[in-house]
């Protein structure tokens, strides 16, 4: 199948899951992540309509998308990778939304180079490591609380939501409803949340925004 052929399925599949869950069809976002692959395959699915994109990674990211958003006129694109300090200036000069802000100093990088930037600031979600994995990135359920209040209160960030990355060994059902469950408590209307595996129990669950990737583009 084409990248064309997957993606139209994608979106079948995320209309059939919004209406089995009883939710307004159009409610959750397909976020196409497009990591390791050239633009040769991207531009098939912006040919689509697709807009949204998801990159792990600032350096690749700023190779592959100032042309094709030269291109391509209203692409948004996020960052779902995780992000280092020293990076946040060209992060904020490429990504509108960044799902990956996990602990104190990102919070307060962040905030520093938003106040110096005549840019607006991106759209910010923190993600939550809820599966507590030490190799994973993400702030722990039980510090959730404290980091967003910190986030929102002295870091004067706008946080609009949440992200995870459920264990890949586990399934993913517990770890999207804790997700969501931590989100209502603070009144965060994002949940990003879901992948080419599970985007299905994700909208069930509540998901506004999926990434999915090889679903779409293929094996990595
Ligand atoms: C790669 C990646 C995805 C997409 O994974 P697929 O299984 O290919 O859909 C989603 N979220 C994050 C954070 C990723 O790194």
Redesign the pocket.
């Known amino acids: 199948m084409s990248v064309t052929e997957r993606l139209a399925e994608v979106r079948e599949r995320i209309a059939r899951a919004c209406r089995d869950a009883g939710r307004p069809a159009g409610s959750v976002e397909l976020?196409a992540?497009s990591?390791t692959f050239e633009a040769e395959h991207i531009t098939p699915a912006l040919a689509a309509g697709q807009r949204l994109f998801?990159e792990?990674r600032v350096q690749e990211a700023k190779a592959k998308w100032p042309a094709l958003k030269e291109a391509w006129p209203g692409v948004e694109l996020h960052l779902?990778?995780p992000l280092q300090t020293n990076k946040v200036r060209e992060a904020l000069g490429l990504f509108d939304v960044i799902?990956?802000l996990d602990r104190p100093s990102l919070a307060e990088a962040l905030a520093k180079e938003i106040a110096k930037s005549d840019r607006p600031s991106p759209r910010l979600l923190i993600q939550v490591n809820t599966g507590e994995e030490p190799q994973k990135a993400g702030i722990a359920p039980l510090e959730a609380d404290a980091f967003i209040d910190a986030c929102r209160d002295v870091h004067k960030l706008a946080v609009e939501g949440l992200?995870c990355?459920p264990p890949a060994d586990e399934p993913a059902a517990p770890h999207f409803a804790l997700l969501a469950k931590i989100a209502k408590k603070h009144g965060l209307a994002t949940l990003s949340m879901g992948?080419?595996?599970d985007?299905e129990t994700a909208i069930a669950l509540g998901a506004t925004h999926v990434?999915?990737?090889?679903?779409?583009?293929g094996t990595?």
Not at 211 to 217: H, L, M, P, Y
């Open positions: 976020v992540v990591k998801g792990n779902i990778g799902h990956t992200m990355i992948m080419s595996g985007y990434r999915v990737g090889s679903a779409i583009f990595r």
